[in-house]
């Protein structure tokens, strides 16, 4: 007969070294208690929600969930490259680009490398890079933009891995395709490059690239997009990267084997058909971002030019953004806080719909002219 262990000599369960040190991503708020209209605009969601061919296909597609879904996501991977122009083989979905992003960090770091991102770069990327046991390494940005010779520096033997944002959030700035370049030029081969490029249909800048041409160009660079923004498919985790073979491989070889569900793919078909609707969202969100600027400018907020779906609006000190935050919330108004972006002085706000935006506004020029 076996013995009972004894309890006090088991030694306590732990996890692996470092990951009690993560701190956990906190998403945007919901909802605020005692409030019950609420204008969502903190986390970067669709001003216009899906596409009304997307909730066609999600409804027909209900009946079939008691299948598995296709594995290799075959018809949104064709779709995928399709509408951009590339090779399908070499296209990973994932749930979301957040589940990618970790795949590579679990893939090509881990203890004793680094990963270099930037200083109010995505906090997924140390999130991710501690969770493979990797260490993060933030570096400075000028002008709240990603600096390739800050970027460059601070890569160093250790190094496995460079993520960037671009356009980035949460400062909606971006790199220009002559400096990308300069830095994948920049990059030993051994260092993996992953653009995250999830805000790359609202920039129309002649001199931006979402970086396709920097992964045919060479073997160490990645690009992820998502079908969270633009598409506003955030509650399905739908994302997809562009990769060179070999690591198209990797990850398809470390990800879960069903790990996109049956109704997001056939969402993702059917938003890629509706090119009209993805149109009129970037006319939406080009016209009211730039008519939110010119008005929390007139509030005498410091807001940047943003080249997302968002702004970022600075205030005098991170007192007078506890404060906004507070009035805004008791008008059932939510935005994003951006403390853990090292930006306490900060509110990032999501462009919203027409109605939204004005009450916000009003919202805060009441408050402004109370203090």
Not at 178 to 190: I, V, Y
Request: aromatic share 8%.
């Amino acid at each position: 007969m076996l013995k009972p262990p004894d309890v006090g000599m088991t030694a306590m369960l732990l996890p692996r070294p470092g990951i009690l040190d993560i701190a956990p991503y906190v998403g945007g708020e919901s909802a605020v208690a005692g409030v019950e209209r609420i204008i969502k605009l903190a986390s970067n969601e669709s001003a216009l929600g899906p596409s009304p061919r997307a909730l066609a296909a999600l409804r027909e597609g209900g009946e079939a969930i008691h299948r598995y879904p296709d594995g290799g996501c075959a018809e949104l991977r064709r779709q995928i490259g399709r509408i951009h122009g590339l090779d399908a083989g070499r296209i990973v979905c994932g749930a979301g680009s957040d589940e990618l992003i970790g795949l590579l960090c679990r893939a090509y770091a881990g203890p004793g490398d680094t990963v270099v991102y930037t200083r109010h770069g995505f906090l997924m990327y140390p999130i991710a890079a501690q969770a493979a046991g990797a260490t993060p390494l933030a570096v400075a940005e000028r002008n709240l933009t990603a600096d390739v010779d800050a970027i460059l520096a601070g890569v160093s033997e250790t190094t496995r891995i460079v993520f960037l944002a671009n356009p980035n959030n949460p400062t909606g700035t971006f790199v220009p395709a002559a400096e990308m370049a300069r830095l994948r030029a920049g990059l030993r081969r051994d260092v993996l490059l992953v653009i995250d490029a999830a805000y790359a249909e609202y920039i129309a800048q002649a001199d931006y690239t979402c970086g396709f041409d920097l992964v045919d160009a060479g073997d160490n660079v990645v690009v992820t997009r998502t079908f969270s923004k633009i598409y506003g498919l955030g509650g399905l985790r739908l994302g997809w990267a562009y990769c060179p073979p070999e690591i198209a491989d990797v990850l398809n070889r470390s990800r879960n084997p069903f790990n996109v569900s049956s109704l997001a793919q056939a969402a993702g078909v059917a938003a890629l058909a509706d090119g009209a609707f993805v149109q009129r969202a970037q006319e939406h969100n080009a016209y009211w971002r730039a008519w939110l600027r010119d008005a929390l400018l007139g509030l005498g907020l410091d807001v940047g030019e943003s080249f997302a779906n968002f702004v970022l609006a600075r205030f005098p000190d991170p007192d007078a953004v506890d404060a906004a935050d507070a009035f805004l919330k008791r008008r059932g108004i939510i935005v994003r806080r951006m403390a853990a972006y090292r930006l306490p002085d900060a509110l990032r706000i999501t462009i919203g719909r027409e109605d939204e935006l004005r009450e916000l506004v009003a919202a805060l020029e009441d408050h402004l002219a109370r203090r």
